[in-house]
């Protein structure tokens, strides 16, 4: 019997150890399809939310902040978010500063990782206005130690490696979100193409839920495999094995009522600051 040729299609996510962890099965074939081929391309996410617009994958990560503008052509899955309860981006300086003193802050000139990462978004929330500079994610926290810049805003591993680059951290804005919202910080998830069928969506959808289920289920095994993708923690598998852990866990399993409650909660504060120009019709692929 011939083989049935496979259905090549493209996922697009960020390098670093959460999204290496969470497509780990699919990655090295130990979750299959009968239908579709992937393939992985790793870009980081300020890439991702700028390729969204060009419609190059069919599956791809974004920033919630992004996903507005692309909504039309991007549908959101209803896995492999990036949220987390009372912890998120955070603010960091050499100086201990109060972050009740927004004066002091909006003077100073703030490194961000991206204008349309949610991090960004979050500290819009919280600050409203103030001064800003576009630097590689993985860069602010070496710039802020050699005084480049007085504040930046970590993302990904920095969120716990900061310490060690002797700097102070001045908010949590998952933290404050908590506070403000009693909801879980989202930061960004998955979306794939409206234009493929719908049982087609449904079923990529399941096939990146099982590989997630995958790794949850075999995190002692796998947290090896993917520390390389953590940079600076690389090795020490117990904060990895804790960066991993925050940001893979039930939530991105499936939103669930409370994640998705902070989705649209987040879209409902853009708007009304007027930081996004509509509010997207949230219709999860399930």
Same mark, same amino acid.
């Given at each position: ?14 390098? /670093?150890? /959460? ?9 090295? +074939? ?27 994958? /069919? ?38 500063? %109060?972050? %009740? ?5 909006? +003077?100073?000139?703030?490194? *961000? ?31 802020? @130690?050699? %005084? ?13 490696? $900061? ?8 908010? #949590?804005?998952?933290?404050?979100? &908590?506070?403000?919202? +009693? ?23 399941? &096939?990146? @839920?099982?590989? *997630?289920? $995958? ?7 796998? *947290? ?11 090795? #020490?598998?117990?904060?990895? %094995?804790?960066?991993?852990?925050? $940001? ?18 987040? $879209? ?6 007027? &930081? ?6 949230? #219709?999860?692929?399930?």
């Amino acid at each position: 019997m011939l083989e049935t040729k496979k259905k090549k299609v493209t996922i697009a996510h960020s390098v /670093d150890a /959460d999204d290496a962890f969470m497509f780990y099965a699919l990655a090295e +074939n130990l979750i299959r399809s009968e239908q579709y081929e992937v393939e992985h391309i790793l870009k980081d996410i300020q890439s991702l939310n700028t390729d969204s617009g060009k419609l190059k994958y /069919d599956i791809q990560a974004i920033s919630f902040f992004a996903y507005p503008e692309v909504q039309d052509k991007y549908q959101l899955m209803s896995c492999g978010g990036s949220v987390g309860y009372g912890y998120g981006p955070l603010l960091v300086s050499k100086e201990n500063i %109060n972050p %009740n003193d927004l004066t002091q802050l909006k +003077n100073e000139v703030i490194a *961000i990782p991206g204008e349309k990462t949610t991090a960004f978004l979050l500290l819009k929330l919280f600050m409203k206005d103030f001064k800003f500079k576009v630097v590689p994610f993985d860069q602010i926290l070496d710039a802020v @130690k050699r %005084n480049d810049y007085p504040l930046g805003l970590i993302i990904h591993e920095g969120q716990l490696s $900061y310490p060690g680059h002797g700097l102070n951290k001045v908010v #949590d804005l998952g933290e404050w979100w &908590l506070g403000k919202t +009693n909801l879980p910080a989202p930061l960004g998830g998955n979306v794939i193409k409206r234009s493929l069928g719908e049982s087609e969506k449904k079923e990529i959808n399941l &096939l990146v @839920k099982q590989s *997630i289920a $995958y790794a949850i289920e075999n995190k002692d095994s796998i *947290i090896p495999h993917v520390c390389k993708y953590a940079r600076e923690l690389q090795n #020490d598998t117990k904060l990895v %094995n804790k960066f991993v852990s925050m $940001y893979v866990n039930s939530f991105t399993l499936d939103y669930g009522i409370n994640g998705k409650l902070a989705i649209e909660k987040l $879209y409902q504060l853009a708007h009304s600051e007027g &930081l996004i120009n509509t509010i997207p019709k949230l #219709d999860f692929i399930e």
